[in-house]
Nanobody, 118 residues
């Protein structure tokens, strides 16, 4: 599985960004996809995840501000990030799994930097 993420950048607090991630595979369908982030000196943490059946999960810190979505019948995933805060600054990674999971991804793309200035 190869994953490509797009859409990072720099914005001011209160602004928005949209991340996208496309997973390519010659084998089985991707059932679990998610966005994770890692700040300097911090561990990677789940931001939001979605299954092929549409189940979603969000970190408490982003509920009501971020929305994860996935194209029907596709391995393309999006993360709409609104009302961004400086503490959202991190490298964002997209992950994927063949399993129906909202937490344990097996494949990872290169990260994309999100920087939110106050």
């Amino acid at each position: 599985v190869q994953l490509q993420a797009f859409g990072g950048g720099s914005v001011q607090a209160g602004g928005f960004l949209r991340l996208s991630c496309a997973a390519s595979t010659d084998c089985f369908a991707i059932n679990g996809m998610g966005w994770f982030r890692q700040g300097p000196g911090e561990e990677r943490e789940l931001v939001a995840a979605i299954t092929s059946g549409g189940r979603t999960s969000y970190a408490d810190s982003v509920k009501g501000r971020f929305t994860i979505s996935r194209e029907l019948g596709s391995n393309t995933m999006y993360l709409q990030m609104n009302s961004l805060r400086p503490e959202d600054s991190a490298v964002y990674f997209c992950g994927a799994s063949y399993y129906y999971t909202l937490t344990d991804m097996n494949y990872w793309g290169k990260g994309t930097q999100v920087t939110v200035s106050s």
